[in-house]
């Protein structure tokens, strides 16, 4: 029992840093119909950057708070420069140009920082534990990423729901072209939004180091995939479709790698049972996703006009 | 101007070529250079340069060069990467591998062009036994041995439980097998988790159920990057007040001066077991080992003591046989005799061609620097026998 709850709220954990990857993904995708491949790198520049100033200013928390607007400077630039000019292009144009962006970032921040990456340094307070009720352990730094997270999605859910700017992103969402006739600013707005998404891509990527130790090259490349099994699944456009089906894709992975193994024990030998568990626990997401597809294939939380 | 510039280099080229008419010994090394596994890669090649320095980049008389190729921490790339370089004439010697399943994926292709492959790290159990080859060396050892090495110290140790976590790659396969042979306890649970260029690095789910098992002690191999989140992680998951961990390369050179700067002090103390320790004391070590940290700023690992010690061993043979580098027969005794001053000191060949040599338990220690560094308590086997040696028909 302890362990199921320690692994839910592991799952919970990487749900959380997945649905702040995925909400400026999500954005970015129904409202601008970018699809941006680079949205992995700005996870990346927000751990270098992030994990630099963490450095240089002696305090993790630090790093953190000043990655949210460098990493959306970072974004605003690279909206105003190079993506603008994409949005009425065709999918497989933008496919291509984000392809190359991230080759672009891989190499410039390779060039910027080696090939080996920058260590990230957490203060002792954050790197031990807490012991929850029923004697459960969890890491200190695992329960800051699950609050954090869990206030940005607050104030994305008020930000979307309940400000003009937000009903401005709803309207731009089902109908850019009306909402442009209306007077509003769409070029402007896109911008924003699109930084707003690269600073929390930014901040997921500054705390995912916190976890494995280091900003990496090409640490990106491989959540974005994920990121984008979430948007698919959570219903394009929708911040809330992002949120639940990023916890339910973190749940399903964390779970699939504790459980399967001993579940597939019962039907092929031990060792088969090992060696077969990780492949197919990482395969397990997008199992779902072709499973929720064929029920709903605009996905859980479809946005209602396209 | 740029038909003028072209003009002048092939002049140079052709006043060049009195110096390039005398053979050069060419040697290819596979090694990682991207990805973050390059961290490993990297040390190699300094070693690999700093031995070329050392023999003052000559051997018989002959100038040495190296050619440098990246297998970006994937077999089919180095598997490319060795075809190139099987397919030149002028190589040699075909060397390194840090990773068994890119050995492993190379080994035909290199091994059929009938040149000498050497391994400076990939002990895939396979090449010393079933797939052992005339042509094929190594200056490391096999999987298992380092393993086993550690389940006898855990069974000195009194320790009745293990819970084991490895890749899930030819290694990291050969590992558990080697820890659970020699091994006398109990062992309450395995998991082999993700690996290659996106290889798994939260151990969340992984770490709770060792936790859950109950077992006495950890036992783990994370070469490289992974090494470091996963003991990061091992401490921030308050596993450590409760758990020994005892890690095969995990804790070494190249972990060690991330593990100081992260502060994570459970380290200190821990223990691991390795053919080779910095704090050897032969001569060829203290050279190696004292010109490295003055020319790098860092201790080097196992890796780059194997990639180092690979070039003294090909000079050897290249100066036994008098540079003739078409007498292959010769140059095989030669590598055979491992007449060269390696940096473990005295070994010798066993049949399938893989060292014969003492394992030792190490522990972590701080320098007169302060710095992080392993040191060699005792040693567990001495001159021990390669456990597959029996399966080579050679």
Redesign the interface.
């Known amino acids: 029992m302890?362990?199921l709850i320690?692994?839910l709220i592991?799952g919970l954990?990487?749900g959380i840093l997945l649905f702040l990857l995925a909400a400026g993904l999500t954005l970015v995708f129904g409202i601008m119909d970018l699809v941006n491949l680079a949205h992995g790198s700005f996870y990346m520049i927000g751990a270098f950057i992030g994990a630099t100033m963490a450095a240089i200013t002696g305090s993790f928390l630090v790093g953190l708070v000043l990655a949210l607007p460098l990493a959306f400077l970072v974004g605003y630039i690279v909206e105003v420069t190079t993506l603008r000019t994409l949005y009425d292009r065709h999918h497989l144009d933008q496919v291509l140009a984000t392809f190359g962006l991230i080759l672009f970032f891989d190499t410039l921040l390779q060039l910027i920082w080696g090939?080996?990456?920058v260590?990230?340094?957490?203060p002792?307070y954050l790197?031990?534990?807490i012991?929850l009720p029923g004697d459960i352990?969890i890491?200190?730094?695992?329960l800051l990423i699950i609050a954090i997270g869990l206030l940005v999605a607050a104030f994305l859910y008020y930000l979307v729901v309940r400000t003009k700017m937000g009903m401005l992103i709803r309207a731009g969402a089902s109908n850019r072209t009306m909402a442009g006739a209306l007077g509003v600013d769409i070029k402007r707005l896109f911008t924003l939004v699109f930084g707003m998404g690269a600073a929390l891509a930014g901040l997921a990527g500054l705390m995912?180091t916190a976890?494995?130790?280091?900003a990496?090259?090409?640490m990106g490349?491989?959540i974005i995939i994920q990121a984008f099994v979430v948007i698919v699944i959570g219903g394009i456009g929708s911040i809330r479709g992002a949120f639940v089906a990023s916890i339910v894709v973190g749940l399903v992975d964390?779970?699939g790698?504790?459980y399967l193994?001993q579940l597939l024990k019962l039907f092929i030998t031990e060792q088969n049972a090992?060696?077969a568990?990780?492949?197919i626990a990482?395969m397990l997401i997008y199992i779902m996703m072709a499973a929720i597809l064929f029920f709903s294939p605009q996905g859980l939380f479809p946005p209602k006009t396209r | 101007m740029i038909k003028k510039l072209a003009i002048a280099t092939a002049g140079a080229t052709m006043f060049a070529l009195p110096a390039w008419s005398q053979e050069t010994v060419k040697i290819g090394f596979i090694t990682t250079?991207?990805?973050?596994a390059?961290?490993i890669g990297?040390q190699q090649k300094n070693a690999v340069e700093l031995a070329v320095e050392h023999i003052g980049g000559q051997m018989a008389g002959m100038d040495v060069e190296i050619l440098f190729e990246d297998d970006a921490f994937n077999p089919q790339s180095g598997r490319t990467a060795s075809e190139k370089l099987a397919n030149d004439p002028d190589v040699r010697f075909i060397t390194g591998y840090i990773w068994s399943h890119v050995m492993l994926a190379s080994a035909n292709v290199v091994l059929d062009s009938g040149k000498f492959m050497i391994t400076a790290n990939a002990g895939a159990s396979q090449m010393s036994g079933e797939a052992c080859n005339e042509n094929f060396f190594s200056t490391s050892w096999e999987n298992s041995q380092i393993p086993r090495a550690m389940g006898e110290v855990m069974n000195q140790r009194g320790v009745e439980s293990i819970y084991i976590m490895a890749p899930?790659y030819a290694a990291g396969?050969n590992m558990v097998e080697g820890v659970e042979a020699t091994f006398n306890g109990e062992i309450l649970g395995?998991?082999?988790?993700?690996w290659g260029?996106?290889a798994?690095?939260?151990f969340?789910?992984?770490l709770?159920?060792a936790?859950?098992s109950g077992a006495e002690a950890v036992f783990v191999f994370y070469p490289g990057?992974a090494g470091?989140?996963f003991v990061?992680?091992y401490?921030?998951?308050?596993l450590a007040e409760t758990t020994q961990l005892y890690t095969v390369f995990t804790v070494d050179g190249i972990s060690l001066p991330?593990f100081q700067?992260?502060?994570?002090n459970a380290v200190l103390g821990s223990y691991n077991t390795n053919y080779w320790s910095p704090d050897m004391d032969n001569a060829a070590n203290q050279r190696f080992v004292s010109d490295y940290l003055a020319k790098y700023g860092e201790y080097p690992a196992h890796y780059a003591a194997q990639a180092y010690d690979m070039v003294m061993l090909i000079k050897s043979a290249v100066e036994a046989v008098g540079g003739d580098l078409d007498d292959m027969d010769g140059m095989r005794e030669a590598l055979r005799a491992a007449d060269y001053a390696s940096t473990r000191g005295d070994y010798s060949y066993g049949s399938n061609n893989y060292p014969i040599q003492n394992f030792y338990l190490r522990e972590v220690v701080e320098d007169s620097e302060g710095r992080w560094t392993n040191q060699i308590v005792s040693t567990v086997y001495e001159a021990m026998e390669n456990p597959y040696i029996d399966q080579c028909p050679m």
């Open positions: 302890i362990l320690t692994q592991n954990q990487l090939p080996v990456g260590a990230v340094v957490l002792d790197n031990g534990f012991t352990p890491p200190t730094i695992r995912s976890i494995t130790t280091e990496t090259i090409g490349n491989d964390t779970l790698r504790s193994d090992e060696t568990a990780p492949a990482a | 250079l991207t990805t973050p390059a961290v990297i899930n396969k395995r998991d082999m988790t993700r260029a996106d798994q690095l939260d969340s789910a992984e709770a159920k936790r859950a990057r470091g989140a990061k992680q401490e921030q998951s308050g991330r700067e992260a502060g994570l």
